[in-house]
């Protein structure tokens, strides 16, 4: 499970942490429940914001292309699970959407370098099925992110 250290982005090669965190149905996800899945997991700064809006409808819009190439999709950030699941529902997200409210998951995987930051930074990972990192994306163009992930993932 993650700790509340962290801060430093992960690279290619590193185990990606494991955490626990409740869904917009408020249920909650364990990274490896994944485990035989590739995972892309998104860090978004806001629900319901422009950039996190482009950027979650772009998945939605490819989730039949991730879905057949055996990728889930699991979005982070530190809003409650109320803020996110109005967001998905508002949206038809199909995917999860993790409140991280406690930014233990963001200092794990270097979308923020404080227990106190108030927004994630728009940071991306792909882990492999083995929950190894495998892509890292610390810049996101939030308007083309999910098409970039995808071509990435089937060019490899």
């Given at each position: 499970?993650?700790d ?6 992960l ?15 408020g249920?909650?996800?364990r ?40 990728v ?59 929950g ?13 992110h999910?098409a ?9």
């Amino acid at each position: 499970m993650v700790d509340a250290e962290g801060g430093a982005m992960l690279q290619p090669g590193d185990d990606a942490p494991d955490f626990s965190a409740p869904a917009q149905d408020g249920k909650p996800l364990r990274l490896s429940s994944l485990r035989g899945k590739k995972v892309l997991l998104w860090f978004y700064p806001q629900a319901g914001t422009p950039g996190c809006t482009a950027e979650g409808c772009g998945l939605r819009d490819n989730y039949g292309y991730y879905e057949e190439n055996n990728v889930a999709v699991v979005g982070v950030s530190f809003d409650p699970v109320e803020d996110n699941a109005a967001f998905a529902a508002k949206y038809g997200f199909p995917f999860a959407l993790l409140s991280d409210t406690g930014r233990a998951i963001g200092l794990a995987y270097g979308a923020c370098d404080s227990s106190s930051a108030r927004y994630a930074e728009r940071v991306s990972y792909v882990i492999d099925e083995q929950g190894k990192i495998i892509r890292v994306y610390p810049q996101v163009d939030p308007r083309v992110h999910a098409a970039e992930v995808l071509a990435d993932l089937l060019g490899q």
